[in-house]
T-cell receptor, first 115, second 113 residues
Framework: DAMVIQNPRYQVTQFGKPVTLSCSQTLNHNVMYWYQQKSSQAPKLLFHYYDKDFNNEADTPDNFQSRRPNTSFCFLDIRSPGLGDAAMYLC??????????????FGPGTRLTVL | SQQGEEDPQALSIQEGENATMNCSYKTSINNLQWYRQNSGRGLVHLILIRSNEREKHSGRLRVTLDTSKKSSSLLITASRAADTASYFCATRGVTSGTYKYIFGTGTRLKVLA
């Protein structure tokens, strides 16, 4: 089945130790998104790619970076995780449509714990 | 920059009852979507309604959209325990040149068996 896969599902890191979360998709969608979701809150968009075109949200901290080496993979790098970065990180994909009615397909998420 | 606000924040009902949750947003939209999130999981798309539509149905789901009030509602009829989840609305703006949606704060629905 076509899907969005996130690895690992659970990640524990130490304060200040760089961490990379990965996302892959078999849907061949040209848009990929990274969201941060804290407990009982709405998903907050960090950035997204349309093909290789990177779009950063204005309030995304510089501590968060992303790479998309090809259509299928996208990575979220947190350079120096702080305690406030503990959250669920959700990857999503969509296929651009001219009618702007694309829907997003989400992965299961990676829960990040910072010690 | 969060655009959607949902109410109630939490809702607890008995199995078989209907559940209604509401979403309000701030700017003009191209479309509005509803997503479901089971605890600790990713979101699943439920239904999309375009700005020129007023009502849409999908199985036990009914969505309405009132662009004059900038609000939408999601009705789940004959609820089941498996409907227990958080429900989010997500809006796509008309002026945005990028491919992003803004999610609402969510309603946590609990259906008691």
């Amino acid at each position: 089945d076509a899907m969005v896969i996130q690895n690992p599902r659970y990640q524990v890191t130490q304060f200040g130790k760089p961490v990379t979360l990965s996302c892959s998709q078999t849907l061949n969608h040209n848009v990929m998104y990274w969201y941060q979701q804290k407990s009982s809150q709405a998903p907050k968009l960090l950035f997204h790619y349309y093909d290789k075109d990177f779009n950063n949200e204005a309030d995304t901290p510089d501590n968060f970076q992303s790479r998309r080496p090809n259509t299928s993979f996208c990575f979220l790098d947190i350079r120096s995780p702080g305690l406030g970065d503990a959250a669920m990180y959700l990857c999503a994909t969509s296929k651009r449509t001219g009618s702007r009615t694309d829907t997003q397909y989400f992965g299961p998420g990676t829960r990040l714990t910072v010690l | 920059s969060q655009q959607g606000e949902e109410d109630p924040q939490a809702l607890s009902i008995q199995e078989g009852e209907n559940a209604t949750m509401n979403c309000s947003y701030k700017t003009s939209i191209n479309n509005l979507q509803w997503y479901r999130q089971n605890s600790g999981r990713g979101l699943v798309h439920l239904i999309l309604i375009r700005s020129n539509e007023r009502e849409k149905h999908s199985g036990r789901l009914r969505v309405t959209l009132d662009t004059s009030k900038k609000s939408s509602s999601l009705l789940i009829t004959a609820s089941r325990a498996a409907d227990t989840a958080s429900y989010f609305c997500a809006t796509r703006g008309v002026t945005s040149g990028t491919y992003k949606y803004i999610f609402g704060t969510g309603t946590r629905l609990k259906v008691l068996a």
